[in-house]
């Protein structure tokens, strides 16, 4: 005979799971298939736990992109990725990053993490900066046309 988990206990140990940070639906249904428990009982645990209005995918990718343009500023083609990645639709994903409240441009962004690094590279000559920001540009995801366009500003 197996041992199975209770609706009730999934439950519980899945709003703990919530309690560090929000989560996608995804993140919460693959959480619970860690936890081994069956099909039926993670309908049933995702059903409460929309009832309760802890998970909302659209919230979340809201969240997360305004984590990451406040926090670790990214290009929005990387924001993208990393939502899919979450399980989030194509059209919410779509939906938050047109949205004209969340509504920041690459360019934004990418002046953001210049001027947050610009004054750590002030001893380095011209082109050392040039490619140190390149690279930074570059690893967050930011196309030639939005690095050349930003750093025609600085160097």
């Known amino acids: ?5 209770s609706v009730a206990s999934l439950h519980a140990k899945t709003i703990k799971f919530l309690s560090y940070r929000q989560r996608s639906e995804k993140e919460i249904k693959d959480y619970l298939v860690r936890k081994k428990a069956n099909d039926t009982d993670i309908a049933l645990v995702i059903e409460l736990l929309k009832n ?4 909302d995918d659209k919230m979340f990718a809201k969240a997360w ?7 670790k500023p990214k290009s ?11 399980g989030i639709s194509k059209e919410i994903i779509e939906d938050v990053l047109g ?3 969340t509504y920041i441009s690459d360019e934004d962004l990418a002046k ?7 004054t750590s590279y002030k001893n380095l000559s011209r082109d050392q900066l040039y490619e140190k920001l390149v690279g930074q540009l570059g690893r967050r995801g930011f196309n030639w046309e939005t690095i050349k366009k930003v750093l025609a500003h600085y160097t």
Do not use: A, N
């Open 52 to 55: 309760e209005r802890l998970i």
């Open 112 to 118: 953001k993490i210049v001027e947050k690094k610009i």
């Open 65 to 71: 992109f305004s984590s990451r343009v406040y926090s």
């Open 99 to 101: 949205d004209q409240e």
């Open 1 to 5: 005979m197996t041992h199975s988990i």
């Open 76 to 86: 929005k083609r990387l924001i993208s990725i990393e939502l899919s990645k979450k």
